[in-house]
């Protein structure tokens, strides 16, 4: 929010405002806020909120390419794709993913789809997901698909003998 302190002069004072402009950031666990004193450019103040607040976001709201993957999950996807014997791998992953976040979950969900439909399943819903994603809908729905698409991509570097960057 942006506050006028020549207004407020009271909120200057408490929140120890002697300069302008001053930005301060208000994490949940400190009311008094902390100073920021970074860059001021977009990415600087991006790169600073994304750390501070466990986010991966880009310019515009956006997700980026990580978002949403776990690295260790990264590498039983990998490891399912080549495995012979993908049901284990796939309750591997169940016991993994267990104490993680909701998304987590989503690698379970591909890899039963891989075992009914076949490999040909990550193209696919790739494919699916990045039509989707140029309609219009809600940032939650966007986020969410961009999500599922990024946790795909871990699938599809291990399935075309090629890593991603």
Not at 42 to 63: H, M, P, S, W
Not at 66 to 75: M, T
Not at 106 to 134: A, C, N, P, Q, W
Request: hydrophobic residues 35%; proline residues 1%.
């Amino acid at each position: 929010a942006v506050v006028s302190t020549q207004s407020t002069g009271e909120l200057g004072g408490r929140f120890g405002v002697s300069g302008f402009p001053t930005i301060k950031f208000f994490p949940k666990d400190n009311k008094d806020g902390e100073a920021y004193n970074g860059g001021r450019s977009q990415e600087d103040f991006i790169t600073y909120l994304n750390a501070r607040c466990g986010l991966k976001r880009v310019a515009g709201g956006g997700l980026t390419d990580d978002a949403g993957r776990v690295e260790a999950l990264d590498a039983l996807a990998a490891k399912f794709m080549s495995a012979e014997d993908k049901s284990a791998v796939m309750e591997e992953t169940v016991a993994a993913s267990a104490d993680l976040a909701k998304e987590a979950q989503y690698y379970h969900k591909v890899m039963k789809k891989v075992i009914e439909k076949g490999s040909d399943f990550i193209d696919t819903e790739t494919s699916r997901l990045s039509r989707m994603l140029e309609g219009s809908m809600s940032d939650e729905k966007k986020d969410q698909f961009t999500v599922r698409k990024n946790i795909l991509g871990a699938f599809a570097s291990s399935s075309d003998g090629h890593t991603e960057l």
